[in-house]
């Protein structure tokens, strides 16, 4: 089992910035991804950024340039700076944890951080 805790969410005006954390804790081995999902009411999750152990970082189109995603893996920890945010950036961000080790291999999902940009 992986545990997620996130925090760094809240409301900012357009071109804002806000840094988003999350922590994992429990069974995590390498490889894995760690990375970030948003999901705004009646419509899908969509992925955000990912990062993998290894070093691969991947960006939806929409935020590449403004969204860095970062980890650290000493402490199991891994972040999402978001610069000049716009309003339709606003969602709900996920952090999300998948392990690729088995037997240890899953897909982990944290409660949820509120971002809301203002315009």
């Known amino acids: 089992q992986v545990q997620l805790v996130e925090s760094g969410g809240g409301l900012v005006q357009a071109g804002g910035s806000l840094r988003l954390s999350c922590a994992a804790s429990g069974t995590i081995f390498s490889p894995n991804a760690m990375g970030w999902y948003r999901q705004v009411p009646g419509k899908q999750r969509v992925l955000v950024a990912t990062?993998?152990?290894?070093?691969?970082?991947h960006y939806v189109d929409s935020v590449k340039g403004r969204f860095t995603i970062s980890r650290d893996n000493a402490k199991n920890t891994v972040y999402l700076q978001m610069n000049n945010l716009k309003p339709e950036d606003t969602a709900v961000y996920y952090c999300?944890?998948?392990?690729?080790?088995?037997?240890?291999?899953?897909?982990?999902w944290g409660q949820g951080t509120q971002v809301t940009v203002s315009s």
């Open positions: 990062s993998t152990s290894g070093g691969t970082l």
């Open positions: 999300n944890y998948k392990g690729f080790a088995a037997p240890f291999n899953g897909d982990y």
